[in-house]
């Protein structure tokens, strides 16, 4: 997932954060331990071609990336 550090969609990606990334693994790996369902949604995400289809800052999920986070964890419930 790309963190931008500009305002503007669709310019230039100055900085990628890792944290999202580093999140998941250690989330998956508490789920492990715990014997517990792990859903990646980060996974979900990081399929996306272009993500600005799916945020309006460049991070944060706007509607449309709801939903494809929604479509993600519905297939669990």
Known sequence: M???CNPWRNKDVYFYNE??????AIF???A???EAEF???YATV???KDWNVYTDDG???NSEGHKLIFEA???HF
């Open 39 to 41: 859903i990646d949604t």
């Open 73 to 75: 964890l519905k297939e």
């Open 28 to 30: 998956h790996e508490v």
């Open 19 to 24: 944290r999202p990334k580093n999140y998941s």
């Open 46 to 48: 990081e399929k996306v």
């Open 59 to 61: 991070l944060h999920p």
């Open 32 to 34: 492990k331990e715990a």
């Open 2 to 4: 790309e963190e931008r």
